[in-house]
């Protein structure tokens, strides 16, 4: 009876067993992290596309310029509608999936526009919202004062 107990104890060196569970949560843990960098990497792209977009408008907005004389040297001028009008019509003719939120001039001489867009994941991840609002924001300054 002792000598069939001795046989059944492992020996204290012996390592056998299986990783399986251990390799499995490996590659679970790889595959979250893949889709989520994914789903961040698309999210920053977003963002820098949609900076891009309200770059342009800003540059458009502050292009619609009325030119004036005053004192015998010209200056441009710039008002709120024409900014808002410019804007408009350069994200209409872009296929920027983007909308205008707003377009003015604090100051006569820049343009200032918000735009605003929506950022879905290309990937479906348990760990990444399913929709996230954009927003960006940009300043351009008329050159002829």
């Known amino acids: ?3 069939h107990f001795r046989e059944s104890v492992p020996a204290a060196g012996d390592e056998e067993g299986s990783i399986l569970p251990l390799v499995l949560g490996y590659a679970m843990l790889a595959l979250v992290l893949i889709l989520v960098t994914v789903d961040a990497t698309s999210l920053y792209l977003a963002q820098k596309r ?3 977009v309200a770059d342009a408008a800003a ?3 502050a292009d619609g310029f009325t030119l004036t004389i005053a004192g015998g040297a010209p200056r441009a001028e710039l008002s709120s509608g024409d900014v808002y009008a410019q804007a408009s019509a350069l994200l209409a003719q872009s296929d920027a999936d983007a909308s205008l939120v707003s377009a003015s001039t604090p100051d ?6 918000t735009v605003a867009g929506q950022w879905h994941p290309p990937v479906f991840s348990l760990f990444v919202p399913d929709g996230v609002s ?3 924001t ?3 300054r008329n050159a002829l004062r």
């Open 50 to 52: 949609l900076d891009s």
């Open 59 to 61: 540059l458009a907005g």
């Open 1 to 3: 009876m002792l000598r």
């Open 138 to 140: 940009a300043t351009s």
């Open 134 to 136: 954009l927003q960006a």
């Open 108 to 113: 006569g001489v820049s343009a200032r526009v």
